[in-house]
């Protein structure tokens, strides 16, 4: 195993470790937090969490030994199962990311009929059409035989070996593709730029009453002044940052291997076998990114870690009291008798 491969396992085992650390942490808030289980949104997280659990404990293993072994690092049953679970996983991912950012989009465009429109029924019906429609392509996939090891990626995912079927499989792969990553890159850019552009016009309604007061306090602080600026300058930009941040960890995550796909199909130029692992890793790296952008950042998901934070560290403390009592029970109780 040459240095390359070295850095790609490392880069997947440090992928693993996160994830399961991060992703284990947002279902924990979810199962503490009754708050959050109440809101619509909270089944699209857990359906997202769920489904990079699942990746994280199964194919990116599989991954890793088909990158240390440099060849199949299961049996054909087991390579074809992860490759199922691969391809569903993909889009139910994609998929979950498109939902959330309807949800975002309903509430802050239509806020006073966000209720009525975004219940747990309504959200439940989206979490079974994203389950539907990701399971259509590896099913279609399993019945056609075009699931299995690739060694370019070196991973159990979509793969054909009969020449005779390239074209067809070029198709089924390219309408994957454009109905899981474009559509809901597609999604993600109208909701989120919908959103961009309300939040923006509610600054500016900010903007204009604060220059307004500034106006009529003759007498205030000029530090006073400058904080109210440089508040306003952060309050432009923090949208901006948000939505780039939703839309540039999709695009960085799932673009490179998505292209990679469709030139290996459409093009006879040879791909290096480490680009090939390095596109998947970067897939594998959003099941690691997804709690922080999604969940872990929120108010109410720090305020539920540092609730479970508390409780923990006041079991340890109640316990290390309640040793130490006993401990100087004890040493009373043997005390008389050692007189």
Not at 44 to 69: D, H, I, R, S
Request: hydrophobic share 45%.
């Amino acid at each position: 195993m040459n240095s390359w491969d070295a850095g790609l396992a490392g880069l997947l085992v440090g992928t693993i470790g996160v994830s399961l650390l991060s992703n284990g942490l947002v279902l924990l808030c979810l199962l503490h937090s009754a708050d959050i289980r109440r809101q619509a949104p909270a089944l699209f997280t857990l359906n997202l969490t769920c489904g990079n659990l699942l990746c994280t404990v199964v194919n990116m293993p599989l991954t890793l030994a088909g990158v240390v072994a440099q060849r199949q690092p299961a049996g054909d049953r087991l390579c074809r199962l992860a490759a199922f679970l691969d391809t569903f996983l993909a889009a139910n991912s994609m998929l979950s990311m498109a939902a959330l950012s309807i949800d975002r989009w309903v509430a802050v465009v239509f806020p006073l009929s966000y209720r009525a429109k975004m219940r747990l029924r309504d959200a439940a019906f989206m979490v079974a059409y994203t389950w539907l429609h990701a399971l259509t392509f590896p099913a279609t996939a399993l019945a056609l035989s075009w699931l299995g090891f690739h060694q370019l990626y070196a991973s159990c995912t979509l793969c054909s070996r009969r020449p005779e079927e390239r074209l067809r499989f070029a198709i089924f792969t390219s309408a994957f593709h454009a109905l899981s990553f474009l559509l809901s890159f597609i999604v993600l850019c109208f909701t989120y730029l919908k959103v961009l552009k309300v939040a923006r016009f509610h600054c500016k309604r900010i903007d204009v009453i604060t220059m307004q007061t500034l106006v009529l306090l003759v007498d205030i602080h000029p530090s006073v002044r400058e904080r109210c600026l440089e508040e306003q300058k952060r309050r432009r930009q923090r949208a901006t940052k948000k939505i780039s941040t939703f839309i540039g960890t999709f695009l960085v995550c799932f673009a490179p291997y998505v292209i990679t796909r469709l030139v290996e199909l459409f093009s006879t130029a040879p791909i290096g076998s480490h680009w090939g692992v390095l596109s998947k890793c970067l897939a594998y790296s959003k099941a690691a990114s997804d709690p922080f952008v999604y969940s872990l950042l929120r108010h109410q998901y720090r305020r539920s870690c540092k609730e479970l934070l508390n409780r923990i560290f006041n079991r340890r403390s109640i316990r290390s009291r309640s040793v130490g009592l006993t401990g100087d029970s004890h040493s009373q109780n043997i005390l008389p008798v050692s007189e």
